[in-house]
């Protein structure tokens, strides 16, 4: 990004991560590119270590996003155990494999109180994803986006309570 631009540039976001991490991982404490395609989709996943995370669409098409509310996680966590309990069994953290699609209509149909936010998320626009809350959604075509990481205080609150997967390498 063009520095003297008066957009955000995600690669100097003052964060926990910023001041504490050395080691650059992409997508965590520097910016991921991401080039999105009709009908491509993201799975049910919280971020890595349960950060919160910004993404930016720098061109093209929109992005649909469902959420869920950080303090309704276990809904979700405990839904998915009864769906795919072989998967469960493998690895207590699946979802972080980022492989798992669950209609949200299904789950607020399920459980009604399920709080479940759905944005469409379009060019120069920034999506807020707050730490520990799952998120899902799909592109409605083509697109180049950023996203990163980021940590504040509140995170530190509850990062003890965040768990990571066990049997992928590429797990922060």
């Not at 996203?147 to 590429?170: M, P």
Request: aromatic letters at 16%.
């Amino acid at each position: 990004m063009d520095s003297s631009s008066k957009a955000w540039d995600l690669n100097s976001l003052d964060s926990l991560l910023s001041d504490a991490m050395e080691t650059k991982v992409r997508g965590v404490n520097t910016p991921y590119c991401y080039v999105g395609s009709w009908k491509a989709f993201f799975c049910w996943h919280t971020e890595d270590l349960d950060l919160s995370g910004i993404n930016f669409i720098h061109e093209g098409k929109s992005k649909f996003w469902y959420a869920i509310n950080y303090q309704d996680k276990q809904i979700i966590e405990s839904e998915v155990v009864r769906l795919f309990p072989e998967h469960f069994l493998s690895c207590k953290q699946f979802l972080r494999h980022k492989t798992t699609l669950i209609n949200p209509y299904y789950l607020k149909k399920k459980y009604p109180h399920l709080r479940i936010s759905k944005t469409e998320h379009k060019q120069n626009e920034f999506m807020i994803v707050f730490g520990g809350s799952y998120h899902t959604g799909f592109n409605f075509g083509f697109n180049v986006a950023e996203a990163i990481n980021y940590a504040t205080f509140d995170w530190l609150k509850q990062v003890a309570d965040s768990k990571h997967c066990q049997c992928l390498k590429s797990s922060v």
